[in-house]
């Protein structure tokens, strides 16, 4: 009664409004039971209770004993189904989180675009292998789907089979896109409701659970990696914590289809977002950009790294001196590319194991006269520790 076309069955008016004008029908619908209507008994034969052949001549059908049978075992296997992550468990469903935004089904593409075209129709929902699709119960969006995650999670081996089974146009079959490369929301951590936090269980479902590596255990406790998190729910599926999991997915009201590139192609990429003038310097993990600042000088780093989005990145920066090199060693960067690039900067990421490609290699980085060094590259010439560089160029900038 609950499943499926709930706006269809049991709120659209369309069905006792037809009846009502039917009633006083111009030329309505007249049988003559009388005459020849019903002689023919051709419609016996398609009416709605007719019988199947086969049914008739199969002979009895199934016995009372045979059909409880059968809800037992399906109610065994419904146990069976609600399974923990340590093994089977008959354990209860969580809350449903409050979510800053709900998460669509894959190709659902942009929100404002899906509300406009679905229908509510409850195709998607049926067609879902992952049993994670429900209706929307709220005014606006009623009985368009959302992503549940409480009964399944949306699985990368499916096709899309949601968007397969739209009528109405709202959700797109994305030819030739991996489900991977669909991301439809992030992850968000919640510690105060965590197991680790709350009672002290070393648990690590969530990161175990996540089908593209987006949570890492630090320090015992979930980080996620939002640059690689794709929404699709497995890790609240599995989160343990009640009565509402301590990670959830928060939806993009624009999906975004994520194509990891190649490192030659992404910094091609990068830079040419810096000769566009469109960014300073850019940073990316896992091939794709994740973060890119503006600005003058190295302040543009300096965000980066107080944004914590130099760990394990590629960065690309116009103009890579002593003091941008001393800033991507503190933040932990995995390669350097630049624009323009001294000796200097590229023998000290050597020193410390960063790899360092540039367009142009310099003896050194000028002032703006070209008569003098750089005064950031003077002002961190003396040192050596990326760490006190960094401080130092800090102060420096502070009081400038």
């Not at 609950?2 to 049991?10: A, E, L």
């Not at 195709?123 to 929307?136: D, N, Y």
């Not at 543009?300 to 394990?312: I, M, S």
Request: proline share 6%.
């Amino acid at each position: 009664v609950t499943s499926g076309r709930i706006w269809c069955n049991w709120v659209c008016p369309a069905g006792t409004l037809f009846d009502v004008l039917a009633r006083k029908a111009r030329f309505p619908n007249k049988i003559d039971l009388k005459g020849g209507c019903g002689n023919c008994r051709k419609c016996f034969a398609a009416g709605k209770s007719a019988a199947d052949s086969k049914a008739v001549s199969a002979g009895d059908g199934v016995t009372r004993r045979e059909t409880l049978a059968g809800i037992g075992l399906l109610a065994a296997t419904e146990l069976a189904e609600k399974t923990t992550d340590g093994g089977y468990a008959p354990v209860s469903l969580p809350g449903v989180p409050k979510r800053p935004a709900e998460v669509l089904p894959p190709g659902a593409v942009e929100r404002p675009l899906f509300n406009r075209l679905c229908v509510g129709c409850g195709a998607c929902v049926a067609a879902c292998p992952g049993k994670c699709l429900a209706p929307s119960t709220s005014l606006r969006t009623f009985g368009q789907p959302q992503m549940d995650f409480r009964r399944g999670h949306c699985r990368l081996a499916c096709p899309q089979k949601c968007a397969a089974a739209c009528p109405a146009g709202a959700l797109r079959v994305l030819e030739g896109v991996p489900r991977r490369d669909i991301h439809m929301g992030h992850a968000i951590w919640k510690k105060d409701r965590c197991l680790r936090e709350t009672e002290g269980v070393p648990c690590t479902a969530c990161s175990r659970k996540c089908p593209v590596q987006a949570i890492a255990i630090v320090d015992g406790f979930p980080v996620v990696d939002k640059d690689r998190c794709i929404g699709c729910g497995a890790c609240e599926h599995v989160c343990p914590a009640r009565p509402l999991p301590a990670i959830f997915v928060k939806g993009f009201d624009r999906q975004r289809i994520v194509r990891p590139m190649g490192t030659e192609d992404l910094i091609a990429e990068m830079a040419t977002l810096i000769r566009r003038g469109e960014a300073s310097a850019v940073a990316a993990r896992n091939g794709v950009i994740c973060a890119r600042e503006s600005g003058h000088g190295v302040q543009p780093l300096l965000g980066l790294l107080d944004g914590g989005k130099l760990r394990g990145a590629l960065v690309v920066d116009k103009v890579i001196g002593r003091a941008a090199a001393a800033i991507c060693i503190a933040g932990g960067v995995r390669q350097v590319h630049g624009l323009l690039m001294s000796e200097e900067a590229r023998t000290l990421l050597a020193a410390h194991g960063v790899a360092a490609t540039a367009d142009r290699i310099v003896p050194k980085i000028l002032n703006r006269d070209l008569d003098a060094s750089c005064p950031l590259e003077a002002r961190v010439a003396d040192e050596t520790d990326p760490q006190k560089m960094v401080e130092a160029l800090r102060r420096f900038l502070q009081f400038k």
